[in-house]
């Protein structure tokens, strides 16, 4: 039985967690918040987080307004060939953030990050747990220092955040005319390198 207080799936019930989500990412960062959390700031059963959103990673996408579920295109691209690895991330970013509506969350999701420390630190854990670490856990042999993989996480998302910046925020030119292939042939094996280097 559900506790007494929690209010059933309905029309609200998205947007309450959705609001509960905001509140406890900014309080807590995107490690420290747990869907249980949310349900309980919510007043909701946590199986209704995961039917409305798939899980924590989902929820945060949808809360940063990014326009795709992060954990089904990290999961496509550790399915795909292991020495593609560093191609098909590129392309996958791009193929989320180019475009008129994806380019206007990236700037926003951006400027934010760099004018809020909350949203600093939820970027940041989101980044090198959910997307760059999740590969690196996938691929990465058993007795891998932590600390090292975090570095490796760090690494990959400095250059594919830059290259975001370049492209959607600075706007230089020669970065924004590059086409998808050029850019996964000339970045991809640097983050090949760090994310799923030859054994």
């Known amino acids: 039985m559900s506790p007494r207080g929690?209010?059933?799936?309905?029309?609200?019930?998205?947007a309450s967690i959705l609001a509960a989500a905001r509140a406890d990412f900014a309080e807590q960062g995107?490690?420290?918040?747990?869907?249980?959390?949310?349900?309980?700031r919510a007043e909701v059963d946590p199986a209704?987080?995961?039917?409305?959103?798939?899980?924590?990673?989902?929820l945060f996408a949808e809360v940063m307004d990014i326009p795709a579920d992060p954990a089904a295109l990290i999961a496509a691209?550790?399915?795909?060939?292991?020495?593609?690895?560093?191609?098909?991330?590129?392309?996958?970013?791009?193929g989320v953030w180019d475009?008129?509506?994806?380019?206007?969350r990236f700037q926003a999701l951006i400027r934010s990050a760099?004018?809020?420390?909350?949203?600093?630190?939820?970027?940041?854990?989101?980044?090198t747990r959910e997307v760059f670490g999740r590969?690196?856990?996938e691929l990465s042999p058993a007795g891998q220092p932590p600390h090292e993989l975090e570095l490796r996480a760090g690494l990959a998302a400095s250059q594919m955040v830059g290259l975001a910046v370049m492209r959607y925020i600075v706007e230089f030119p020669a970065v924004v005319d590059a086409t998808h292939d050029e850019l996964a042939a000339m970045l991809g094996p640097t983050i090949q390198q760090y994310l799923a280097p030859p054994p």
Do not use: N, W
């Open 99 to 104: 475009g008129d509506e994806g380019r206007e």
């Open 114 to 127: 760099l004018t809020h420390q909350e949203a600093t630190v939820m970027l940041r854990e989101f980044l």
């Open 135 to 137: 590969v690196l856990r």
């Open 48 to 58: 209704l987080v995961h039917h409305y959103f798939g899980g924590k990673a989902a």
């Open 77 to 94: 691209v550790v399915r795909g060939p292991r020495d593609q690895v560093g191609e098909s991330l590129v392309r996958t970013f791009l």
């Open 6 to 14: 929690r209010r059933p799936g309905g029309t609200d019930t998205k």
């Open 30 to 40: 995107y490690d420290a918040t747990s869907v249980r959390g949310i349900a309980r």
